[in-house]
């Protein structure tokens, strides 16, 4: 019986560091990072598979990711071409433990599926707005 918590609670907290990683991600990252359009900033898909390519493995993905975004340099980035056209991603005065977050969250999601675009950018539906 204890096992049974035990295992239910890991996906309980696993369950809301995938949440925390989106929530973070689609209220910060989305701003300048779209998913699948460069716009000012490389897109969540150019940037993760430039990224993934080089460390494939997600212990070592979220690792370097969450220490390059804590204190971006052109030297660390693997990303020299966005650099010379969007400039350096500046600071974001997240924790690293926050960053680890999103990061973990931006390799386990496939932005190119509908779905996953469905949930950061919602409709916005004209029958829910007041009529002034």
Known sequence: MRKIIVW???GILQ????????LYFSGNCVTCHHPVKTISAPSVVEFKKRYTN???DKKEFVNYMSKWVLKPTEKGSLMH???QKHG???ELGFDEETLREIASYIYDTDFTKKGELDSL???KSLSNRPLH
Not at 15 to 22: H, P, Q, S, V
């Open 121 to 123: 950018f919602p409709k």
């Open 88 to 90: 350096l991603m500046p």
């Open 15 to 22: 369950l809301d560091a995938k949440e925390m990683g989106e």
């Open 8 to 10: 239910t609670l890991l």
């Open 54 to 56: 080089a460390f494939s």
């Open 81 to 83: 071409d966005a650099i």
